[in-house]
Nanobody, 121 residues
């Protein structure tokens, strides 16, 4: 039905930047909220940032002022610009998109496969 493909992770030094992308494909009528989550080793998955269909955003306190979430509705893609990265940002980052498959249906949530972000000198 719907597939999410993430890209942009990697190894970066503290203070550096990365940009993550997550593109959805398949049977899509409309995408509501798009978000990024992360999971560090030994920890639970946590919300990093979310953007709704109107462009409203919400961020975890730990990333406010450093990360920016944005979306391109024409491309069914959500981005996460990460600046001033810290070692504690190291985690697997997952995107999630809330997709309405057809008019009249409720939204369903889909997850990307995850992309590793490592911040280390």
């Amino acid at each position: 039905q719907v597939q999410l493909v993430e890209s942009g992770g990697g190894l970066v030094q503290p203070g550096g930047s990365l940009r993550l992308s997550c593109a959805a494909s398949g049977t899509i009528f409309r995408i509501e909220a798009m978000g990024w989550y992360r999971q560090a080793p030994g920890k639970e998955r946590e919300l990093v940032a979310v953007i709704d269909s109107g462009g409203g955003t919400n961020y975890a306190d730990s990333v406010k002022g450093r990360f920016t979430i944005s979306r391109d509705n024409a491309k069914n893609t959500v981005y996460l610009q990460m600046n001033s990265l810290k070692p504690e940002d190291t985690a697997i980052y997952y995107c999630r998109q809330s997709v309405v498959l057809r008019l009249g249906l409720l939204e369903s949530h889909y997850w990307g496969q995850g992309t590793q972000v490592t911040v280390s000198s």
